[in-house]
């Protein structure tokens, strides 16, 4: 029912040409160039559309304040642009309402493009904790700098700055979820605020020692493979991946993987048989064994859709359940003509979410807000897992998997442990489309409300009943994991 979120990915007033990645002369294509008028209509079409499909454009930026960036946007659409500018301009504006799932995503897709045409980004990725910023892996290399350095300044400016601007580029609903997806897309984010850059000042300081100031080059992707290939192996975890196994104690361990069929091969994401064969496979072969607690580990889970994980949730739960206390939905012709272009690329069957959304569509007005039943899940029949239940989320537990987490600690099913989600338990979610007609930029735009089952309508993630703080650099060994399986040991 959430769909399937990819981390994805701010707080800017004011736009302008300078601070657009010149970075065209890099593209071995060239891009498609706007007019002024192009883009102007383009701009006039994503606000106006914003304002229609968004189920709330204005629930954290007042209408006034989007109105007054709305008009300094459109006074600085005076020249002809490359498709690149425009993609970043707008996607600052839809950031602007700092709504996650209100976006556009051709960033990502440029910059992905201009490093596999053998471009140089920079070659650090970072971790925020609290205020301050780590290095949680050097690519560089350079062994001047290592894994868990605190890094104070990037050329010359303190890293709080940008770590602000690079964050106007992205959609956060908060600068806890910033934070998040700033650890994979920092490099990103400065190209697209200073375009290719030949190399970077960064100031670092570690534990016991005075700051130093460090010229690193930008790197390409063949060399920052290879500089991490020679470091120790530090812990990565596979969002994907289905694991099943006993560990010691009477303690099973269960990583469900994504919510939604990872076959890539599969022609509808949504069949669900292959999870709920290795869901069943996994239980029964835990009763067997005389399982007594059981961890279900969702970190660095990218999420899906409720019809997977429902299935995991009636093998332990002792009460209805239901993933969501309200699922309210926006009404437009944008999410009506979304919708549509699903159905006609996979049919599905009549039971299916798309065609509850047509169905709910065709007897409501564009501009209303329309109840969608969340339908209780039961109990699956004996037998069921009676033992005690850990959830284990982090930061990067995405999606759906964040509805998981609210499901078993609104309703008790079991212990949430681990660290708070940055994204959010009740949110604006269930994402559509549009298209803009002049630069065939996709907006993404949020068409409900979801509100967890307690009811909590705090914009925050879920807070862990037993917090397990992700250390800095986690090795192999999967420190966090050795934790949660100490706890689900000794806690019977």
């Known amino acids: 029912m959430f769909g399937i979120k990819k981390p994805l990915w701010f707080f800017c007033l004011l736009f302008s040409a300078a601070m657009l990645a010149p970075d065209v002369q890099a593209r071995k294509v060239k891009e498609k160039t706007l007019s002024v008028s192009q883009t102007r209509a383009d701009f006039e079409q994503l606000y106006g559309s914003l304002q229609e499909a968004h189920f709330n454009l204005f629930a954290r930026i007042s209408k006034p304040e989007y109105d ?9 659409l005076t020249a002809p642009a490359a498709a690149s500018q ?110 290719p850059q030949p190399r970077f000042n960064v100031t670092v300081r570690r534990a016991g020692s005075s700051a130093r100031t460090i010229a690193l080059p930008a790197r390409g992707e063949t060399d920052m493979k290879a ?59 835990f009763l067997a064994a005389g399982a007594t607690s059981l961890v279900i ?53 009549e039971h299916d979410v798309s065609h509850q959304y047509a169905a709910l569509y065709a007897s409501a007005r564009p501009g209303g807000i329309v109840p969608f039943p969340v339908d209780w899940s039961k109990p699956r029949a004996e037998p069921r897992f009676k033992g005690n239940v850990y959830l284990l989320v982090n930061r990067n537990s995405y999606s759906n998997c964040v509805a998981v987490a609210a499901t078993v600690q609104d309703y008790s099913l079991g212990t949430v442990i681990g660290e708070e989600t940055s994204d959010l338990a009740t949110t604006y979610g269930a994402m559509e489309s549009f298209t803009l007609r002049e630069s065939g930029l996709k907006v993404g735009f949020p068409k409900a409300y979801i509100v967890r089952p307690s009811g909590d309508q705090r914009p925050r993630g879920v807070v862990p009943d037993i917090a397990i703080p992700t250390p800095l650099v986690e090795d192999a060994t999967d420190p966090v994991l050795q934790q949660a399986v100490s706890i689900a040991a000794t806690r019977k």
């Not at 007054?68 to 600085?76: E, K, S």
Request: hydrophobic content about 40%; charged content about 25%; some cysteine.
């Open 227 to 285: 500089f991490v290939a020679k470091q120790s192996p530090v812990l990565r975890l596979d969002g994907t991946q289905r694991v099943a196994r006993m560990m010691e104690n009477g303690v099973a361990y269960l990583r469900p993987g994504a919510f939604y069929n990872t076959d890539p091969n599969a022609k509808d994401e949504y069949d669900n048989t292959a999870f709920r064969l290795f869901v069943d496979s996994s239980f029964r072969k």
């Open 86 to 195: 425009v993609a970043l301009r707008f996607q600052r504006f839809a950031a602007f309402g700092k709504v996650a799932h209100a976006r556009i995503d051709a960033n990502y897709r440029n910059f992905a493009q201009f490093m596999a045409g053998g471009g140089k980004a920079f070659p650090l990725l970072i971790r925020v904790i609290g205020s301050k910023t780590y290095v949680a892996e050097n690519r560089s290399g350079i062994n001047a700098i290592a894994r868990g350095d605190e890094i104070t300044k990037l050329n010359g400016r303190p890293i709080e700055y940008w770590l602000s601007r690079c964050g106007r580029n992205l959609s956060a609903d908060t600068p806890y979820m910033a934070h998040a997806l700033m650890e994979l897309d920092f490099p990103m984010l400065l190209w697209l605020e200073l375009g």
């Open 297 to 349: 580990d969702i970190r660095d889970n990218p999420g899906g859709d409720s019809s997977f994980s429902d299935l995991m949730l009636a093998w332990f739960a002792d009460k209805p359940f239901r993933f969501a206390s309200s699922f309210q939905i926006k009404v437009s012709k944008e999410a009506i003509a979304s919708n549509d272009e699903r159905l006609k690329a996979a049919p599905g069957n």
């Open 68 to 76: 007054r960036l709305y008009r300094q946007v459109l006074g600085t």
